[in-house]
């Protein structure tokens, strides 16, 4: 049996640009940013060289108001680029801000090892023909309208980043930073993310495949008059308990019958999906903090067996929970990080 070959060593830092514009979001730039700048070899020099460029150089406006010093996109800056990202911005202000900085990118994208974009900085790829015939994601607020102007893109609206081949996307604001973070993990190793994340005080590097919102956010969003917050409450403290439609519904004060109907009207779910959802979230952080075993989480969450929950979870997350527990679980992040 012969074991996963080492990375290669390499001590020479990667060239990082970050292209960005008047109106850009600021959070796109700095997150990036701040990950790469914390990367180091295991000799603790630094990983990247990150160099901030713009069409013209000199300082760029952010969408906070904020200035931030650039340098001219040109021939010199990309002449060693190992990956190029797009920041994202209002997309009112991109089509504007964009339009020329897209004609001098079209003559560098052959030049990167790695292309990608954060948020709608995805819009700019796209543009470019780059995102043809390719999967990819932006901000959950505009992947209709992403996959409305460029039908050949097949957009992963749920994902927070998407990979295909050397071209990279990632979903809004803080989904770059995790993007970022895959990035040092593929370059370098797990433990140099996890020391990037540690740092950067990030409980968990969500995977890819992961939704880009929480079960409790996507009820909140569907829920917004909040019928049924004091209920959903309720839930989270007594998931090991009888969660049926009549049981729900008495601790709603109402007849099974118009509880359903409510419930599936306000929430846009049945109550029995929520309720899954619920319990597969909380195992979830279970699975990432405790060190029970699966059986015993199950029963925990009200699952009441493993392969039940392991249906919900693969629903849910693409993955078993005994995938997601040896990516994810602080157990093997400890085992990992006395090793260097």
Known sequence: MTSKA???????PRNIVICAYDGANLMDISGPLQAFSDARFGNGRPAYQVTLASEIGGPIVTDTGVKV???????????????LLVAGGNLAIRSVATESLQAKLAKYLDRPRRLGSICTGAFVLAALGVLD????????????????EYPSTTVKPDAIFVTS??????????????????????????????SVARGMVLFLKRPGGQAQFSVELRGQMRD???????LNDWIRTHLDADLSVPALAEAAKMSPRNFARLYVRETGESPARAVEKLRTE??????????????????RVGFGDDERMRR???KTYGVSPQDYRSRFGRARLRRRSTHP
């Open 312 to 314: 919900a979870f693969v």
């Open 6 to 12: 080492a990375k290669p060593l390499r001590l020479v």
């Open 69 to 83: 010093e650039t340098v001219r996109l040109d021939r010199t800056v990309l002449g060693s680029v190992d990956t």
């Open 282 to 299: 909380a195992a979830r952080r279970l699975l990432e903090s405790a060190h029970d075993p699966v059986q015993v989480v199950a029963r």
């Open 224 to 230: 917004a008059r909040g019928r049924f917050g004091d």
């Open 133 to 148: 015939r390719r999967d990819a994601t932006t901000h959950w607020a505009y992947c209709s309208q992403l996959g409305r």
């Open 165 to 194: 081949g050397h071209i990279w996307t990632s979903a809004g604001v803080s989904a770059g930073i995790d993007m970022a973070l895959a990035m040092i993990e593929d370059d370098l190793d797990h433990l140099a993310a996890l």
